[in-house]
């Protein structure tokens, strides 16, 4: 059974930091594009970070110099470490595994999410 099970997420003051996780039983998962989303009340899911199986990083400009995805192949897990942390970044955080192009039928797959909430 896939499952994509994101923790980390909470509550902490507007300048600290949080390191959010995402352990993936996904097949294929070395060579997946990983992302990070984020969800507000009302607004569209918006993309946050990726990193692609080579390493590759991506990052919103909002979060750029402030949030850092890494990912542990061995242990199928994908990190958010988020830094500097603001309240307009409160939201529901998403893990989401793209598929792979290459292997006919893939699909993605999303986590249930991870409330992270920042007080001002």
């Known amino acids: 059974q896939v499952q994509l099970v994101e923790s980390g997420g909470g509550l902490v003051q507007a300048g600290g930091s949080l390191r959010l996780s995402c352990a993936a039983s996904v097949g294929f998962f070395s060579i997946r594009t990983m992302d990070w989303y984020r969800q507000t009340p009302g607004m569209q899911r918006e993309l946050v970070a990726d990193?692609?199986?080579?390493?590759?990083?991506n990052y919103a400009e909002s979060v750029k110099g402030r949030f850092a995805i890494s990912r542990d192949n061995a242990k199928r897990t994908v990190y958010l470490q988020m830094n500097s942390l603001k309240p307009e970044d409160t939201a529901v955080y998403y893990c989401h595994a793209a598929r792979v192009p290459s292997i006919p039928f893939s699909s993605n797959y999303w986590g249930q999410g991870t409330q992270v909430t920042v007080s001002s």
């Open positions: 990193i692609t199986s080579d390493g590759s990083t």
